[in-house]
């Protein structure tokens, strides 16, 4: 049975509808990484509120009277969760597997994806904000930066592709 999905001519005009939704009410794009970034502040504020006081990168977002939890960011990020989870559910297509290829063992294929994902993440805060934020937000603002951070990242995944293929076929 062949699995329906969104035209992604449709879904990219939704996004974009989305987008710009954003920038009219909110102000700015949208991006995922400052509200796991605020979210980890919170947990260090909780446990270390001396660590947090004496950093002054997580001081601009905690301590004192100021609640990291409360930015958009972390709204925005808790509907794509739940959006995920009820399209999903919709769709009938909600169950718990792993996809991978034949040449890949689940633990291996879930330690790379865990890996892959903390440097995503170490990258995202590195560069102070993630490529979500960077390709649909400053590729939207036509930020030539943005720009070249997707020319580049999408040439550095096609080039990377060849050598984890075997583990797909």
Known sequence: MEEKYWSPYVA???LGLVLLATFVIM??????SGALMRA???????????????NAYLANYAGGDK???HDWLIYEVIGVIIGGLL??????RLRFKTDK????????RLA???IGGGLMGFGARLAQGCTSGQ?????????LGSWAFMMTMFAAAYAIAYFVRRQWI
């Open 12 to 14: 990219g005009f939704v």
């Open 67 to 69: 609640n990291p939890l």
């Open 40 to 54: 980890t502040t919170y947990a260090v504020d909780k446990v270390s509120p001396q660590h947090v006081d004496n």
């Open 112 to 114: 790379f994806a865990f």
């Open 101 to 108: 290829g034949p040449n890949i063992t689940v633990p291996f």
């Open 135 to 143: 390709a649909l937000t400053g590729g939207a603002t036509l930020a």
């Open 87 to 92: 399209s999903g559910m919709l769709a009938k």
């Open 27 to 32: 102000g700015r794009g949208l991006g995922a």
